[in-house]
């Protein structure tokens, strides 16, 4: 499968600490995205960083890329409770138009 | 700027009655468009898309079915739900030739 994978499952942080999310992928990739999901909603996109890119930065948001490893990670500095959400990588290979979406890191940010 | 309708919002339907979900986009031409299924607490399984009308793709054998009877209009099908339908049903689109998704409220199907 070219599933990617999201690792911790689950997440609880105190307001203000930094959250990181890591997601791992099977197969080379063109870019890789992540997106956020708030309990019963759909999912809104959050940032994209291409294969040929290591790193970016969005706001509070930092991911990175590391296709020699084919992971990446997400960090969301200074946390605040309307962070709490499920947050997905999404892989596309080659030029298709399709995502595979990993399996979501839910993300608990108490007060 | 563009918008994305999906409805209904929430589906109670019992198995072996058939389904139409219906999603719209507004203020683009020729987007791509998506259907994916979400089980609870888990990832989303891409089930159809579309590159334009009559260009459309099954990703999951399934009793499932899309069709695209307009530029920006898609709908998910199915002739008789079975129980392993239940889920939540997103539609998306994007701009041709981009990468990024854009998705709708979704609709929550519970197959009785």
């Known amino acids: 499968s070219q599933q990617g994978e999201e690792d911790p499952q689950a997440l609880s942080i105190q307001e203000g600490e930094n959250a990181t999310m890591n997601c791992s992928y099977k197969?080379?990739?063109?870019?890789l995205q992540w997106y956020r999901q708030n309990s019963g909603r759909g999912l809104v996109h959050l940032i994209l960083?291409?294969?040929?890119?290591r790193e970016k930065h969005s706001g509070r948001l930092r991911v990175t890329l590391d296709t020699s490893k084919k992971s990446s990670s997400l960090l969301i500095t200074a946390s605040r409770a309307a962070d709490t959400a499920s947050y997905f990588c999404?892989?596309?290979?080659?030029?298709?138009?399709?995502?595979?979406f990993g399996t979501g890191t839910r993300l608990q940010v108490m007060l | 700027s563009q918008t994305i309708h999906q409805w209904p919002a929430t589906l109670v339907q019992p198995v072996g009655s058939p389904l139409s979900l219906e999603c719209t986009v507004e203020?683009?031409?020729?987007?791509?468009l998506y259907w994916y299924r979400q089980a609870a607490g888990r990832g989303l399984q891409l089930l159809f898309y579309?590159?334009?009308?009559?260009?459309i793709s099954s990703e999951v054998p399934q009793n499932l079915s899309a069709s695209r009877p307009q530029d920006r209009q898609f709908i998910l099908s199915s002739k008789k739900l079975l129980l392993s339908d239940s889920g939540f049903y997103l539609c998306?689109?994007?701009?041709?030739?981009?990468?990024?998704?854009?998705f709708g409220p979704g609709t929550r199907l519970t197959v009785t």
């Open positions: 197969t080379s990739i063109n870019n």
């Open positions: 579309s590159i334009g009308i009559d260009q």
């Open positions: 999404a892989t596309v290979f080659g030029t298709a138009s399709k995502l595979t």
């Open positions: 998306a689109w994007s701009p041709p030739s981009t990468y990024e998704q854009y």
């Open positions: 203020g683009t031409s020729n987007p791509n």
């Open positions: 960083i291409r294969s040929n890119e």
